[in-house]
């Protein structure tokens, strides 16, 4: 639809198919003319004397202009055999479209040769093509990529006739010598490319990126010829450079370690690929670990000194299961980011090499857990929000429902532990705990969204603990009923309990998560909060060294941050790159543009406040789960000027936790301090831009008053 300067309406019109057509891009060149490209199936109407006319198998992507009051010029496919489909177009003076994307096709019906990759790589490249101004042929078509998977997602071309593509690859050596970044980080990376004006070859290709996943998705460039990207990351070392925000917001940790039984915490994941979903510690050799990650699967035989990848691949999340019965075998459920079904690894060797006995029935699982039987190696079971639970008795080769169990196919279960002791399976589902224990919990109320909101100690018979959202944690002592036990002291900003897991090297060592780590060392009775390092992180689970009870591991949900870029105009350096994001922990940008002076603006959506407002922004607020934001970054440094608010508390009574806003515009550094022992900083101590800091009280037995900090 096109809008006048009023917001009135001026045409509105319906790209023609019957199935699936789904437009990615838009843009409109200075006759006003507008060009859009996506992807459609065979229904989709192409016009009379379209370059491509014909849908050549499964989804293409296609193009389509119309002129400035909505009339269509033409309408044509671009694709080949495979799956193609466009996410960014431009377009020239002279009305010339511009297009990249991706594809799994080795040719393209009708494109002519001499680009500048005349060939697909595999894996799925990138392309990019040039549409004459009447869509009846392809003025020059190349690929981009490698051997992993590469995709376009913006475009933009110059006056020259240069097209510049932005987007991700999984693929090492694309990078051009002499580039800002030669080295592909790991995981998803990055790219920024410049193409001739003939198509004919790249005057550079330079990557952006991390050793995690890294993905830019909008691009702008100057008269100048400098790059303006736009993206997402959640590597903790993406490539900073004059930062606004110098470090990614919420923590970019994906994997904790403590040795003192949870008094305190530390990074445990400084030489892992990838985010880390899962780990299991050998029970038999010390310091041998295997932990599951977007990148595949690692291990290490020297306490994580350095890690060797025994499976490699990219993920959405794989969970890992070893077996108590022989520790040698483990068990993986694998999700991988293209969906579809999910199969089940088996390794023998304790993690060195994998094979694939079978997959899980009822793909494609929503998400897909696996429990080793404690007592026989070649029995295991796998469960799902969408599909329940099925068992395999013969290593993962075939799979059935266990109907023995008494939950119906379709309840959704959201966790299952097997107690060690006694081989009896629990599950909370949608109707509550399986088998029913009875006592105060509320039907249904163990379901939450956590991935471990049960857990059983080794002692027999087994003491089972279930995390149970606002209720706290519930605990059974004797197989009979669960009675709840209360978490204290309980901190403003304190979230629903989310987690629980009980050591099995100790029944009386239990660890809760709910935005604050709490642990106890009496079975439950007490809790203690201190939990330095662990603050700030989203937790997703406990995982426990089987050999050393004051040794336990916390897995975390890494942050993903916005993030925007100025590239200089021969590739070389990046002028800035900074993160864009806060705590909230999901920021993503979408869009960039330039005043051609020293002003970026970036747009997406954030569950943070993105780049934080600086004082004299107008009142900002959240108030649903995911919101659009807006941001200009200036080429230059601003002046800081710091606030707090609220700018002093009153506290009483037990310990607590306080929580002080302090906001500044991005860039500016802070510290936070107290001169008084009864009130210390656990989180938030330092920062830069806007933040939060916490500060904890300690009881006062006495009502005498302090002095203030």
């Not at 290709?205 to 993905?215: E, F, H, S, W």
């Not at 108030?623 to 009153?650: M, W």
Request: glycine share 12%; aromatic share 12%; proline share 6%.
């Amino acid at each position: 639809m096109k809008l006048d300067s009023s917001g009135a309406l001026i045409f509105s019109t319906c790209l023609r198919g019957s199935i699936a057509v789904q437009a990615s891009a838009i843009a409109v060149d200075a006759s006003g003319n507008a060009y859009i490209t996506g992807s459609a199936d065979n229904t989709f109407q192409t016009t009379s004397g379209a370059f491509q006319p014909l849908n050549q198998g499964g989804k293409d992507a296609f193009v389509a202009k119309f002129t400035s009051t909505g009339s269509e010029v033409y309408a044509t496919f671009l694709g080949g055999t495979g799956s193609d489909a466009g996410y960014g177009v431009a377009a020239d003076a002279n009305g010339s479209a511009y297009v990249t994307g991706s594809t799994s096709s080795a040719a393209f019906s009708g494109a002519p040769s001499r680009g500048a990759q005349p060939t697909n790589s595999g894996g799925g490249d990138a392309f990019i093509a040039k549409l004459n101004p009447s869509g009846t042929a392809l003025a020059y078509f190349t690929f981009f990529g490698g051997t992993a998977v590469d995709q376009g997602n913006a475009i933009t071309v110059d006056v020259a006739g240069n097209a510049y593509i932005a987007g991700y690859t999984a693929s090492a050596g694309l990078a051009t010598t002499g580039a800002a970044q030669t080295v592909h980080a790991g995981g998803y990376d990055g790219f920024i490319a410049k193409l001739n004006p003939a198509g004919t070859a790249f005057y550079y290709v330079t990557y952006l990126g991390g050793n995690r996943q890294d993905q830019i998705n909008g691009l702008a460039i100057d008269g100048s010829g400098n790059v303006y990207v736009a993206g997402q990351t959640d590597s903790a070392n993406f490539p900073i450079q004059s930062a606004a925000e110098p470090v990614i917001p919420g923590g970019g940790t994906t994997l904790f370690q403590t040795l003192n039984s949870g008094a305190s915490w530390s990074a445990f994941d400084a030489n892992i690929l990838g985010a880390v979903f899962d780990l299991t510690a050998d029970p038999i050799a010390s310091g041998t670990i295997v932990v599951a990650t977007e990148q595949g699967i690692f291990r290490t035989t020297n306490n994580g000194v350095s890690w060797t990848q025994q499976f490699a691949g990219f993920f959405y999340s794989i969970s890992l299961s070893r077996s108590p019965a022989n520790p040698a075998t483990i068990y993986a459920a694998l999700v991988g980011l293209e969906g579809g079904p999910t199969p089940i690894y088996r390794s023998s060797d304790g993690g060195l090499t994998w094979s694939l006995p079978g997959q899980a029935p009822q793909a494609p699982f929503a998400t897909t857990s696996v429990v080793a039987d404690p007592a026989n190696a070649d029995t295991v079971w796998a469960f799902s929000y969408a599909g329940g639970v099925y068992e395999s008795i013969d290593a993962g080769k075939s799979w059935s429902y266990p109907a023995r169990f008494g939950i119906g196919q379709n309840i959704f279960v959201n966790s299952m532990v097997v107690a060690a002791a006694n081989d009896v399976p629990y599950f909370d589902t949608t109707s509550g705990i399986y088998p029913s224990l009875g006592g105060e919990l509320p039907r249904g109320v163990g379901f939450n969204s956590s991935q471990q909101p049960l857990s059983a100690s080794a002692t027999n018979p087994p003491i089972l603990y279930v995390a149970a959202g606002g209720l706290g944690v519930y605990k059974d002592g004797d197989g009979s009923s669960l009675r709840p036990i209360t978490l204290t002291p309980w901190y403003p900003g304190q979230s629903d309990i989310q987690l629980v897991a009980v050591s099995p090297l100790n029944s009386s060592l239990v660890y809760a998560w709910g935005t604050f780590p709490y642990v106890s060392t009496d079975g439950g009775t007490t809790w203690s909060n201190s939990g330095a390092g662990l603050v700030n992180a989203f937790v997703s689970e406990f995982a426990f060294d089987p050999l050393n009870s004051a040794r336990a591991f916390a897995i975390a949900t890494p942050s993903t941050a916005g993030f925007a870029a100025k590239l200089n105009t021969s590739g070389t350096a990046f002028v800035w790159s900074t993160y864009l994001g806060d705590a909230g922990n999901y920021t993503q940008a979408f869009g960039v543009a330039t005043d051609g002076v020293s002003r970026t603006f970036v747009t997406g959506r954030t569950v943070s406040h993105a780049v934080r407002p600086i004082p004299s922004a107008p009142a900002f607020d959240l108030p649903n789960y995911s919101d659009a934001f807006v941001t200009k970054i200036a080429d230059a440094t601003p002046s800081c000027t710091y606030s707090l608010s609220p700018s002093a508390q009153v506290v009483t009574g037990v310990e607590k936790i306080t929580l002080y806003s302090v906001t500044a515009p991005s860039g500016c550094a802070w510290s936070a301090s107290s001169n008084q022992s009864w009130a210390t900083i656990p989180a938030g101590a330092a920062g830069t831009g806007t933040g939060t800091v916490y500060v904890r009280t300690a009881t006062n037995s006495t009502g005498a008053i302090s002095p203030p900090t």
